[in-house]
């Protein structure tokens, strides 16, 4: 870092957590009326744990944060502008800052509300198990996921001591994974792990479902045992959560760590972009189609179909991606019903006002 930089590493230090220039930058309006920067730990219901240069604090979120736009709540890896605390209060978070990058998923009720999972974020490791059947389905729901919120997607096997073809494995994984490094590693012999911390950068973000061993790679970036892990059933290769929240550690060689509990329902929200990306294979040969909204579904000069027919592309992952599409659609209709019924909502309101103005006239004359 440059001796001539704008920000300062404090003895707890905010640049541990990826406080930058762009960061300072940002503040800037927020630091000429004396709040504190901040990065918030853990988000809950009413309040949070942020970090500031002074250490942890615990900061009260006013009832109206997120009101109107769900997406737009506190939550981990956001940085924000702190009141700082008074006698007898605590601090209180002010502000979030714009963010670079967010997690969005549908909310596990499949409401028309996304949920944020983690913001400003780089890099996203998907870890699939190696110690179970692959579910590729599930990998590319999960890179779609990854894809979108505008990290770098990196996909971490685990668990490659407990597999019989490691190499035949990690093909069929990197076919569902084009433009994404695809890392083969194991916690018990520690392979991998030096080329997964050299490709890892900035703030991380570990995603996969209960079992896929993500607590035990983040206990291997973090050099020690920070986060809990749990057995995993050898009936269907599943774990229990053994993280209930969303929490920030600094790594050791620098970057941060963010372990996310096992998701169980992992709905697409917005994602069109990060599907793309997802399928490139298939919008490279989207491309010769004869006709550009092309549904490959049966339309004639179809080079997606074709490619299905010359086994260029697998039929399921073509099948997996006009699902997803589907899904993605339909999230899509039902936040604009959603936007629909609330403009409605308030032309009625309106009216109603108007209502009572003129009665309330007629009743003066």
Same mark, same amino acid.
């Given at each position: 870092m440059s001796q001539h930089s704008s920000f300062h590493i404090q003895p707890f230090s905010l640049a541990a957590y990826g406080w930058d220039e762009a960061c300072e930058h940002a503040f800037t309006p927020h630091r000429a009326v004396d709040l504190i920067p901040a990065r918030v730990v853990r988000a809950e219901r009413g309040s949070c744990e942020a970090v500031t240069d002074a250490g942890i604090v615990r900061a009260e979120i006013p009832g109206t944060a997120g009101q109107g736009d769900p997406l737009s709540a506190p939550c981990t890896g956001d940085w924000a502008a702190l009141r700082p605390a008074t006698t007898g209060h605590r601090p209180v978070l002010h502000a979030v800052l714009p963010r670079r990058t967010a997690l969005v998923r549908?909310?596990?009720?499949?409401?028309?509300?996304?949920?944020?999972?983690?913001?400003?974020?780089?890099?996203?490791?998907?870890?699939?198990?190696?110690?179970?059947?692959?579910?590729?389905?599930?990998?590319?729901?999960?890179?779609?996921?990854?894809?979108?919120?505008?990290?770098?997607?990196?996909?971490?096997?685990?668990?490659?001591?407990?597999?019989?073809?490691?190499?035949?494995?990690?093909?069929?994984?990197?076919?569902?994974?084009?433009?994404?490094d695809v890392l083969?590693?194991?916690?018990?012999?520690?392979?991998?792990l030096d080329t997964l911390t050299a490709v890892l950068s900035g703030t991380i973000v570990l995603l996969g479902p209960s079992g896929a061993g993500k607590s035990t790679l983040g206990n291997q970036l973090l050099g020690e045992d920070r986060l809990a892990t749990g057995a995993v059933r050898e009936v269907d290769g599943k774990g229990r959560h053994t993280t209930a929240w969303r929490e920030l550690l600094p790594l050791p060689g620098g970057?941060?760590?963010?372990?996310?509990?096992?998701?169980?329902?992992? %709905?697409?929200?917005?994602?069109?972009? %990060?599907?793309?990306?997802?399928?490139?294979?298939?919008?490279?040969?989207?491309?010769?189609?004869?006709?550009?909204?092309?549904a490959h579904l049966g339309e004639p000069g179809c080079a997606v179909l074709a490619g299905v027919e010359a086994g260029e592309l697998p039929r399921r992952r073509l099948d997996s991606y006009q699902r997803l599409l589907r899904e993605n659609a339909y999230a899509a209709s039902r936040t604009d019903a959603r936007l629909q019924a609330g403009r409605k909502a308030a032309k009625k309101d309106i009216a109603q006002k108007l209502r009572a103005t003129y009665q309330f006239r007629e009743r003066q004359l």
């Open positions: 549908s909310t596990a009720s499949r409401t028309s509300h996304g949920q944020v999972l983690a913001a400003n974020l780089d890099t996203a490791v998907v870890t699939v198990s190696l110690a179970a059947p692959l579910k590729h389905g599930r990998t590319e729901r999960m890179l779609a996921l990854a894809w979108e919120s505008g990290a770098q997607p990196v996909v971490v096997l685990t668990k490659a001591d407990q597999c019989a073809d490691v190499q035949s494995a990690a093909a069929e994984v990197s076919e569902v994974a084009p433009g994404t083969v590693t194991s916690a018990v012999t520690g392979e991998g970057g941060v760590l963010l372990d996310t509990p096992g998701l169980r329902a992992i %709905g697409l929200h917005d994602a069109q972009d %990060g599907l793309e990306q997802t399928f490139a294979d298939i919008q490279r040969l989207a491309q010769d189609c004869r006709f550009t909204d092309c």
